[in-house]
Structures are given as C-alpha cells and as structure tokens.
C-alpha cells in the first residue's frame, strides 16, 4: 500500500517537474535515493529490501545518516521505532539543520530527540529550535504510546509562517512568525534531515543518573515511509522555483498557516496532558522568558 502510495506520488511529482522545469524532492521507499550514511556506516543495515533503514548503537559508536539535499520549506516525515527495553542514556535523534562543522556558530535546527530509560518507564520526546546557533528552547512530553512496540510517524512542517512538529499527525509543538519572533524565526537558511543514535548517557535520563547497561547492547532504532516533501535550494545558487513561488505547494497553502480546529484541540489536550518540561515556564532559568513565549500558537 504504502508502496503504491509512493509510486503515485512520484509519478505526480516528476510530471510537476517536468511541466514546469524545476525539482521538488519526493519521498521514496528506498533510503539510499534520499539519504546517505554519514556516521559509522558499519553500525547501520537497510532491511525489508531497502525500505528500512536501521541505526545501531553499540560500545564502539552510535551511527547516523543525512538526507542528500538541503531544503528551505516544506514537509519531512519518518516513521520510527526505538529500542526496546532498558535503552537508559540512549539517545536517538531526528532534526533539520543548516549545514555545519566546528566553526560554525550560526546554524538553524529544528529538533526531535528521543530520550531512552530504563525497562518499563517511559522514553521523552524532547524538542528545540535554534536560530542563529541560539536554542535553549526545549520542551519534553511523554509519548500516549509506547515508542518501542511500533513505528509511529514523526514530522517537520516548516512554511513561512509557521513550524509545526507533529507526532501521528498530531501538532505537539508550533514556532511562528510573527512580529515578535521575526528575528528568531528560521527564515533563509536551507536545512539537510538528519537522524541518528548515540551515547548520551551523561545527562539524557532523570539528568544523567542512569547509564547505559551494555548487556541490552546493540539499541536498534529502525526507520520506514521517508517523505520528503520540500523545496530543494543548494546554497549558493538562485532561489528556486519551488520557493519563490512557494504558494503553489500543499505546505504553503493559507490552510498550512495555522493550525486548523481539529489540530488546536488536539495539540491543547496533549500539551495539557504529556507535557513534562516547557522552557517557557521555567521561570528560574528565564526570569524573562524568551519573546516566542508571549505569542500564543494560532
Ligand atoms: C566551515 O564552514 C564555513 C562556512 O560554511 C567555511 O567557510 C569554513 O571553511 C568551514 N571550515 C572548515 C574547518 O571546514
Ligand atoms: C524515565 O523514567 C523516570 C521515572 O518514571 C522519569 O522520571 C523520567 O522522566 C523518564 N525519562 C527520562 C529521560 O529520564
Ligand atoms: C545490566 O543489566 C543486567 C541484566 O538485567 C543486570 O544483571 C546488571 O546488573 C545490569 N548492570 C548494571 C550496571 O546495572
Ligand atoms: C486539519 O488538518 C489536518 C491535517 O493536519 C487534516 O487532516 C484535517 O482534516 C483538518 N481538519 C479540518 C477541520 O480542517
């Protein structure tokens, strides 16, 4: 099904392309179109016939890969399993970020980061942006579903006006742009997907006091149904077509600007329920919180 869905979808995508002479990325059941490996490649395994990809942390190295393109807007989406049992200090990440090495200092992120515990507690979904190299704006909520028995979806919506993380097509968490967060706000910078699994056992569970238990090595965490639906633009090169007229897309629509009725109930019931760290309540941290703070989320 899943395989026919993308077969369509590329079909339409490359009949877009051609009609009107400029690319669009499409998603794809195989990971090596879209992706390469660029950590540890000796810690990772496609299966189910290159439709999973599969990262592997051991005593050695954690492991990561990239999606091939940097993009400015659109839609990223993963379906993800983690690890089962005891993953404590495990941490699996999945964020956007614009290009960068060791000297860079003004880089922008969008962030997932799934922190592991021990058997039977439950992992965190913490998230954070940055602008400009600046984050400190995490928020960390229980998942309503054990991450480890399944694949569950995880995606990036990123448009002019609003960045919207979603967990099973559910809003959790929406940065926007407006005249308070204009400078704050990730506007120019193209970003390349990324994910990967590695040893954060110095701080990610209950602050760092569990360690990783090796006898419950390799952590496994597996990833299906990539889509990446966005606006490929190669820094430095003119700005796109899929950019400049970025309207034309379903993720830039004025539906896409906000967030609808069903998805502001949703992300206020789940808020009000899972939410475990907000940085914007953290008033011994920020005695004045961060500008986003007063803007409310539609
Ligand atoms: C890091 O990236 C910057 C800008 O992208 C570039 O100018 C610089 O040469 C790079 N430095 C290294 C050490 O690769
Ligand atoms: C791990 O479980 C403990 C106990 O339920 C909980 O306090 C903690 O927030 C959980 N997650 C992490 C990452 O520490
Ligand atoms: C690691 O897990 C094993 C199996 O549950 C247990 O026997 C061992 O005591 C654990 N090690 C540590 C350091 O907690
Ligand atoms: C709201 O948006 C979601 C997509 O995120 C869509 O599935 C749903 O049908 C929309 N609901 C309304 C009431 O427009």
Same mark, same amino acid.
């Given at each position: 099904?899943?395989?026919? %869905?993308? %077969?369509?979808?590329?079909?339409?995508?490359?009949? #877009? $392309?051609?009609? *009107?002479?400029?690319?669009?990325?499409?998603?794809?059941?195989?990971?090596?179109?879209?992706?390469?490996?660029?950590?540890?490649?000796?810690?990772?395994?496609? *299966?189910?016939?290159?439709?999973?990809?599969?990262?592997?942390?051991?005593?050695?190295?954690?492991?990561?890969?990239?999606? /091939?393109?940097?993009?400015?807007?659109?839609?990223?989406? #993963?379906?993800?399993?983690?690890?089962? /049992?005891?993953? $404590? +200090?495990?941490?699996?990440?999945?964020?956007? *970020?614009?290009? =960068?090495?060791?000297?860079?200092?003004?880089?922008?992120?969008? !962030?997932?980061?799934?922190?592991?515990?021990?058997?039977?507690?439950?992992?965190?979904?913490?998230?954070?942006?940055?602008?400009?190299?600046?984050?400190?704006?995490?928020?960390?909520?229980?998942?309503?579903?054990?991450?480890?028995? $399944?694949?569950?979806?995880?995606?990036?919506?990123?448009? !002019?006006?609003?960045?919207?993380?979603?967990?099973?097509?559910?809003?959790? %968490?929406?940065?926007?742009?407006?005249?308070?967060?204009?400078?704050?706000?990730?506007?120019?910078?193209?970003?390349?997907?990324?994910?990967?699994?590695?040893? +954060?056992?110095?701080?990610?569970?209950?602050? +760092?006091?569990?360690?990783?238990?090796?006898?419950?090595?390799?952590?496994?965490?597996?990833?299906?149904?990539?889509?990446? !639906?966005? @606006?490929?633009?190669?820094?430095?090169?003119?700005?796109?077509? @899929?950019?400049?007229?970025?309207? %034309?897309?379903?993720?830039?629509?004025?539906?896409?600007?906000?967030?609808?009725?069903?998805?502001?109930?949703?992300?206020?019931?789940? =808020?009000?329920?899972?939410?475990?760290? !907000?940085?914007?309540?953290?008033?011994?941290?920020?005695?004045?919180? #961060?500008?986003? @703070?007063?803007?409310?989320?539609?």
């Amino acid at each position: 099904m899943n395989r026919w %869905r993308d %077969r369509a979808f590329a079909t339409i995508v490359v009949a #877009m $392309a051609l009609a *009107s002479g400029f690319q669009v990325a499409y998603s794809g059941q195989q990971f090596n179109q879209n992706f390469f490996v660029g950590w540890a490649p000796q810690n990772t395994f496609l *299966s189910n016939g290159g439709s999973v990809m599969n990262l592997k942390l051991d005593s050695n190295t954690g492991s990561g890969f990239q999606s /091939r393109n940097t993009y400015l807007h659109g839609y990223v989406s #993963m379906s993800i399993k983690l690890p089962p /049992r005891n993953s $404590a +200090g495990v941490v699996v990440t999945y964020y956007m *970020s614009s290009p =960068r090495n060791e000297t860079t200092t003004n880089w922008d992120e969008i !962030d997932f980061e799934f922190l592991g515990n021990v058997t039977g507690q439950p992992w965190i979904l913490h998230t954070n942006i940055f602008t400009s190299g600046q984050g400190g704006r995490e928020e960390r909520i229980f998942l309503w579903f054990d991450p480890t028995k $399944a694949y569950h979806t995880y995606s990036i919506l990123w448009n !002019d006006h609003q960045i919207v993380w979603y967990v099973d097509a559910r809003p959790i %968490r929406v940065y926007r742009n407006t005249p308070v967060t204009r400078a704050t706000y990730p506007k120019w910078k193209p970003m390349n997907l990324y994910s990967s699994i590695w040893n +954060g056992d110095s701080w990610a569970t209950r602050g +760092g006091l569990e360690k990783i238990n090796w006898t419950y090595a390799p952590f496994i965490a597996s990833y299906t149904n990539f889509k990446i !639906d966005a @606006c490929p633009w190669k820094l430095p090169g003119p700005a796109p077509a @899929c950019f400049t007229n970025s309207r %034309r897309f379903w993720w830039d629509q004025p539906s896409k600007w906000t967030l609808n009725a069903s998805e502001r109930s949703l992300y206020t019931s789940i =808020r009000k329920r899972y939410t475990v760290y !907000d940085y914007c309540k953290d008033f011994k941290r920020y005695p004045v919180p #961060m500008p986003e @703070c007063s803007v409310r989320p539609w």
